[in-house]
Structures are given as structure tokens and as C-alpha cells.
């Protein structure tokens, strides 16, 4: 069974950082380029991240520029992404998704992502 699933969501403080993690189970992820999205409560689902299969190209959104990073490890078919000074915007539920593509797609074409996770829950507040 082709499965994404995240990791390392949950409560933490304006300022603080988590990391998000996005392991595959039943395929490997080397030929996958992989997207972050969130979808925060009563807001549309956004991308925010992509990284090509490689690791050799990434993307990101204006709203999380120069405070998340996304990479990956082929050794753990896992994709992370790392969030630091969190704000409390950065609220919502958080999707890693996969496109077998070695590029990455503009982050608004969510419908050519194959595999999707079901999601892990990011809380900023105080």
C-alpha cells in the first residue's frame, strides 16, 4: 500500500519552531518530488514548499520565506520540513503530498500531486 504519512505537528509557542516530518511507506520517494501544504481553518488548502527529487531545487511560498526549510533524506524515504519563529498564522493542518516528477510544480497546481498524507495538526499560540 502507497502511503505518505506526517509527523511532528502540535502545540507550540509564537517564535518557536517544529519540524515537520513526511515518511513514505510502499514506494520510494526518489523519483517524487514532494510539496507541503496547509490548509488553515475556514481558508483554502495553500502550498508552501516543494523540494525536486533530487533535493537539488526547492520553493517555497512568501508567507513562509526565509523561516521554513524543506529537505529530504533518501536513506529514510522521508521529507521534513523545519519552521522556525512560528506565528500565529502558521495555524493549520499540514499535507505532504508527492508528483512523480524530478521538478517541482508551481505551488498552486495541488491536482497533479498523486499521493497525499492525511495531515498533521500545527498549533502557534500563546
Known amino acids: 500500500q502507497l502511503q505518505l504519512v506526517e509527523s511532528g505537528g502540535g502545540l507550540v509557542q509564537p517564535g518557536g519552531s517544529l519540524r515537520l516530518s513526511c515518511a513514505a511507506s510502499?514506494?520510494?520517494?526518489?523519483?517524487?518530488?514532494i510539496g507541503w501544504f496547509r490548509q488553515a481553518p475556514g481558508k483554502e488548502r495553500e502550498g508552501i514548499s516543494c523540494?525536486?527529487?533530487?533535493?537539488?531545487?526547492?520553493n517555497y511560498a512568501d508567507s513562509v520565506k526565509g523561516r521554513f526549510t524543506i529537505s529530504r533524506d533518501s536513506a529514510k524515504n522521508t521529507v521534513y520540513l523545519q519552521m522556525n519563529s512560528l506565528k500565529p498564522e502558521d495555524t493549520a493542518v499540514y499535507y505532504c503530498?508527492?508528483?512523480?516528477?524530478?521538478?517541482?510544480?508551481?505551488?498552486?497546481?495541488?491536482?497533479?500531486?498523486?499521493?497525499w498524507g492525511q495531515g498533521t495538526l500545527v498549533t502557534v499560540s500563546s
Open positions: 503530498a508527492a508528483v512523480r516528477s524530478g521538478g517541482c510544480p508551481p505551488l498552486r497546481k495541488q491536482y497533479v500531486y498523486n499521493y
Open positions: 510502499g514506494f520510494t520517494l526518489d523519483y517524487y518530488a
Open positions: 523540494i525536486s527529487s533530487s533535493g537539488g531545487s526547492t
